[in-house]
């Protein structure tokens, strides 16, 4: 297990359960059985992506509602996030789902004269019926509340922020990276591997 949840007596657990029934590939949705996994259901979440691509968040835990202090299920990502964290989410969310590997990523935000608030997640992608991705599971831990944004006014203004990423399924030697700068890299190769494809028929 990646040494990035292994101490988290969320994102562990959820990493190994989400494993167990990978098989190899992606687990199905209808694998997922909330029975079996009952200490972690307050910090989890479905999210899935519409035709228009934007996310939507689907049933969501006590916890993830404490920390947003509303439901948040059925809601798209853009009615619930701004800005800086609206942008983020997406780049997240879209890499683990075009990628179709499990994601581990780390916000940090500053604002002056608050503490700094710490979100951890793991996206771990589920296949639907056609086989491709119909939706993620979402597992997060929260070192602050929604209270903390609350304090940020209206516009949600944050000072400044940090966004780390990893694929759990890379070598345990690779460090984080930053997000922005792997997400490029993502699309630029998935952009060359398409065109090799084409040229290749």
């Known amino acids: 297990m990646s040494e990035l949840v292994a101490r988290s007596r969320i994102l562990g657990p959820l990493f190994s359960y989400w494993s167990s029934k990978a098989a190899g590939g992606m687990p199905h949705r209808r694998e997922i059985d909330p029975v079996e996994i009952p200490s972690l259901l ?3 979440h479905f999210v899935y992506r519409e035709p228009d ?3 939507r968040f689907g049933m969501t835990g ?7 202090g509303t439901s948040v299920a059925n809601k798209p990502f853009k009615e619930v996030l701004k800005g800086q964290r609206l942008a983020a989410a997406n780049r997240h969310h879209a890499l683990a789902w075009d990628a179709r590997r499990p994601l581990w990523c780390r916000n940090r935000y500053f604002a002056e004269g608050l503490p700094e608030c ?3 997640r793991v996206l771990l992608p589920l296949a639907g019926n056609d086989g491709k991705v ?3 599971l979402v597992g997060s831990t929260f070192e602050c509340t ?8 209206p ?6 922020g940090s966004d780390e990423i990893r694929f759990l399924d890379a070598p345990q030697s690779q460090p984080p990276v930053d997000a922005v700068a792997a997400t490029r890299s ?13 040229t290749a028929v």
Not at 146 to 153: I, Q, S, T, V
């Open 155 to 160: 516009e949600w203004h944050i000072a400044r």
């Open 62 to 68: 006590g916890a993830v509602v404490s920390h947003y």
């Open 134 to 136: 119909g939706a993620l």
């Open 42 to 44: 307050a910090n989890l």
């Open 146 to 153: 929604f209270l903390y944004y609350k304090e940020l006014g």
């Open 53 to 55: 691509g934007e996310f």
């Open 186 to 198: 993502f699309i630029r190769d998935l952009s060359v591997w398409s065109w090799r494809r084409q």
């Open 118 to 120: 710490v979100v951890t």
